[in-house]
């Protein structure tokens, strides 16, 4: 599995933004910008197209808070491109038709794209009913669950209780942590605690047919003990017939 990393995000209708094509490129990208500018809107589309987030985490309330204040269309949408570097010509490479020649070109390279939506659209206030909003999430343009986009991510070892992505705050939970409780997290990141999980389920596997090899051992010790009284059994009972036999030549 290569590694997997965001080629752009397009948010459209998303909190303040109206309809923006952010580009991630390759090696490390630093977005920067004054307070109110909308930065952290970025984190927040991302997070919540990934299904990494909550309505807390993202700053509001319900999620037609998500949707743009400012626009009549009610209904938000945030598309994340990834791609797997390492894609062998057999895998699907998704063409890009938005993100500028630059960057169609790099998916073009032997990039295998992956494309993650997620719409969120107010839904018409009833009699009795507030106003609410449906969300749906699509993968590579077919609706999806959340589900199918976790188990994805979970291939190269994000998932939402994980430290894939560092808000602010954690920086300093992180350095009051023990030494354990740091390495725990470097390797999650890194990929080592899936492996310790697999070592730990090998682990109970192996004492589950020791404790069936156990109770296997005395079955047969109890059944060898039964056999072996059936065995003095016969041997008595063989032994009765034969001298039931001799008793009735001797009576005739």
Not at 34 to 59: E, F, M, Q, V, Y
Not at 97 to 126: M, N
Not at 187 to 208: M, N, S, T
């Amino acid at each position: 599995m290569g590694a997997l990393r965001i080629l752009e995000i397009e948010i459209d209708n998303f909190k303040t933004f109206r309809h923006e094509v952010i580009p991630f490129l390759a090696g490390f990208t630093a977005i920067s910008g004054p307070n109110g500018s909308g930065k952290s809107n970025i984190l927040d589309a991302l997070l919540w197209c990934l299904g990494l987030s909550s309505n807390r985490t993202l700053r509001a309330e319900k999620g037609t808070d998500l949707i743009n204040n400012g626009s009549s269309r009610r209904e938000a949408r945030v598309t994340v491109r990834l791609g797997v570097d390492g894609a062998t010509k057999e895998q699907p490479v998704a063409q890009r038709s938005e993100a500028g020649p630059d960057h169609g070109a790099e998916v073009a390279q032997g990039l295998q794209c992956i494309e993650v939506s997620r719409r969120i659209k107010e839904s018409q206030p009833t009699p009795g009913n507030p106003i609410a909003a449906n969300s749906t999430y699509y993968l590579n343009g077919r609706v999806a669950s959340l589900t199918d986009i976790h188990d994805l991510l979970a291939l190269h070892h994000i998932s939402p209780s994980g430290y894939n992505v560092v808000m602010q705050g954690d920086v300093t939970s992180i350095i009051r942590m023990t030494g354990s409780e740091r390495r725990k997290i470097i390797d999650e990141v890194a990929g080592v605690a899936e492996f310790d999980h697999r070592i730990d389920q090998a682990r109970k596997e192996l004492q589950a047919v020791f404790e069936q090899e156990e109770r296997t051992a005395l079955l047969l010790g109890e059944l060898a003990a039964r056999l072996d009284g059936l065995r003095v059994e016969r041997d008595q009972a063989l032994k009765y017939l034969e001298l039931k036999g001799e008793l009735k030549r001797f009576e005739l």
